[in-house]
């Protein structure tokens, strides 16, 4: 029988592997937050430039400073998110009124006797006849051509127009 003998394990030393890299060294170091922010269509930077503002007008005709601007923000986060959907739509400057509008209308609802005017009348009402946006401004912003805002405008009933002007935030 022959006697076989263990075989040890062989003890390593720093001499025989190489120190690890630091890991700024490493070509899988990560990058800083920044470089992690995810860029936005430019067509959809363009967008915002385009309607900000004007969103923000419309919005603080309706609530205060802070509140229009964290409804406006979050109205066009939504909007990010759904940018391929709403620039394949015919209308993408309506769609996207459509979504603010409704968003500012759920945390003020619309006050009598403009809570009888269709959606769309209401919103030109603001611009005209608070903001006193030409048909044409407000007809860009809406997505609308400009003969709608003036008809939507002119048909409305004179308490709906006088109360239009007489709009403020927190009434």
Not at 88 to 114: D, E, F, G, K, M
Request: net charge positive.
């Amino acid at each position: 029988m022959t006697r076989h003998t263990p075989v040890q394990p062989r003890c390593t030393t720093a001499t025989d592997t190489a120190a690890p890299r630091p890991r700024s060294e490493s070509p899988h170091a990560l990058r800083p937050p920044a470089a992690l922010t995810p860029a936005l269509p430019p067509a959809f930077e363009a967008f915002c430039a385009l309607h900000r503002d004007r969103y923000l007008d419309y919005a603080r005709a309706h609530l205060p400073e802070s509140d229009a601007r964290r409804a406006v923000s979050s109205a066009l986060g939504d909007l990010a998110v759904r940018w391929p959907h709403i620039v394949s739509h015919p209308n993408p400057a309506a769609r996207a009124w459509t979504l603010l509008s409704a968003r500012i209308r759920i945390q003020r609802p619309v006050p009598p006797p403009l809570s009888d005017c269709p959606a769309l009348q209401y919103d030109a009402l603001v611009l005209h006849c608070l903001l006193d946006y030409s048909s044409t401004a407000a007809a860009e912003v809406m997505g609308q051509d400009p003969s709608k805002i003036r008809y939507l405008v002119c048909s409305a009933p004179a308490q709906s127009r006088t109360a239009a002007r007489r709009l403020a935030p927190g009434r």
